[in-house]
Nanobody, 121 residues
Framework: QVQLVESGGGLVQTGGSLRLSCVAS????????MAWYRQSPGKARESIAT???????RYVDSVKGRFTISRDNAKNTIYLQMNSLKPEDTAVYYC???????????????WGQGTQVTVSS
């Protein structure tokens, strides 16, 4: 039906940058809000950046001023530009989207498989 596929994770030194991408594909009629979550070992998954269909954004305090979420509606893709990375940003990063398919009039939540980001000190 619908797949969300993340890419762009990897190993980076403190202060470095990475850009994550997430592409939604499948039987998509519409895409509403999308977001990036992350989960560190032993911690709950947390929402770090959200973007509405209209481009409105919201960030968790810990990434404000360092991370930027954006989207390309024509490509059903969102991005997360991560600058000034810190060791505490190390986590698996997940893409999330509220997506309407040709099989349902309502929007349903979908998750990507996650991509590992490791920041070395």
């Amino acid at each position: 039906q619908v797949q969300l596929v993340e890419s762009g994770g990897g190993l980076v030194q403190t202060g470095g940058s990475l850009r994550l991408s997430c592409v939604a594909s499948g039987s998509i009629l519409g895409v509403d809000a999308m977001a990036w979550y992350r989960q560190s070992p032993g911690k709950a998954r947390e929402s770090i950046a959200t973007i509405t269909s209209g481009g409105g954004t919201r960030y968790v305090d810990s990434v404000k001023g360092r991370f930027t979420i954006s989207r390309d509606n024509a490509k059903n893709t969102i991005y997360l530009q991560m600058n000034s990375l810190k060791p505490e940003d190390t986590a698996v990063y997940y893409c999330y989207g509220m997506i309407q398919t040709r099989y349902s009039f309502s929007y349903s939540p979908y998750w990507g498989q996650g991509t590992q980001v490791t920041v070395s000190s």
